[in-house]
């Protein structure tokens, strides 16, 4: 799992390819000290400027070689290990972030349209002589359609089936799994999984599960201030929405659990995620967030 522990930004002035000169700001990381996070700025700053990755309107420059700068709020623990860590996102929620219990969250596909009706079916509809289409599948049930192939066609897999607002979240019981491994791009990939999360699973060498609502959809806003919070003025700004936030999600639930699959291998690292997922997702029928 990929979360450093500190970040800072970091200044770089030069010439770009054009001739201009400008400084750019970027951040840097580091597990060692905040000094080490604000050189690394610097120098993804003069990398920046040199390949001539310049912008009129934004200052800070980040092209995709970092990690998720996410603030580790707490870490899950087995037996002296960490198993996963608790993030908080861009946006506000609490992320789960697995090293080793496979998540995948899978939207539902869009429907396809229904057939037009033709004027003399229109006609016989009317005078009651008429049967109307079938009613399409809806996108729910075209994706546990998908879903229950990809189960037969993998008789070897296991998994806890959750219902999102926008799908299905899948939580692998019969086995721990690599997130760089080729394994688990082919099932990221067998699955239809977005290819934001897969390039995520990739470099952040960890598995995702959003724990909390996402904000605009319990009418809250985002946080003030993106992390890490630079003083005081941040740091109480973003303590007032956090209470905020979290009294107004009480009203909501991430997922539901619709059904299990297969046996799960009882691993003791794997039901501990679970047991942690369920605690802060399932909340009876309250509606998904």
């Known amino acids: 799992m990929n979360f450093p522990k500190y970040w800072a930004k970091g200044s770089h002035t030069g010439t770009g390819p054009d001739g201009r000169e400008m400084t750019l700001e970027a951040y840097g990381w580091s597990e060692q000290s905040v000094d080490e996070a604000k050189a690394l700025g610097g120098e993804r700053a003069r990398r920046a400027i040199e390949r001539g990755f310049l912008f ?108 999102t607002r926008a799908g299905l979240r899948l939580l692998f019981t019969d086995a721990l799994y690599q997130a760089r491994s080729p394994e688990v791009a082919g099932l990221l990939e067998s699955l239809g999984s977005d290819p934001l999360y897969r390039r995520l699973t990739e470099r952040q060498d960890c598995f995702r599960a959003r724990l909390t609502p996402k904000p605009w959809r319990c009418g809250q806003r985002r946080p003030p201030a993106p992390y890490p919070l630079l003083d005081d003025t941040e740091r109480a700004a973003h303590r007032q929405w956090e209470t905020t936030y979290h009294e107004t999600i009480k009203a909501f639930a991430v997922c539901r659990l619709l059904e299990t699959v297969g046996s799960p291998a009882g691993h003791p690292e794997v039901e501990k995620v679970i047991a942690v997922h369920d605690a802060l997702t399932l909340d009876g029928d309250k509606p998904l967030a």
Do not use: C
């Open 56 to 163: 009129q309107k934004r200052r800070e420059y980040d092209y995709g070689d970092a990690p998720l700068r996410e603030e580790v709020v707490d870490r899950i623990q087995l037996e002296g290990r960490t198993i996963a860590l608790i993030t908080r996102n861009r946006y506000g929620a609490l992320v789960l972030n697995t090293a080793r219990v496979m998540f995948v969250d899978v939207d539902f596909p869009r429907p396809p349209r229904p057939p037009p009706v033709g004027i003399l079916q229109s006609l016989l509809l009317l005078l009651g002589r008429g049967e109307p289409p079938p009613k399409p599948p809806s996108a729910a049930e075209l994706g546990m359609q998908r879903l229950t192939a990809w189960a037969a066609a993998h008789p070897d897999k296991s998994l806890r089936i959750y219902r």
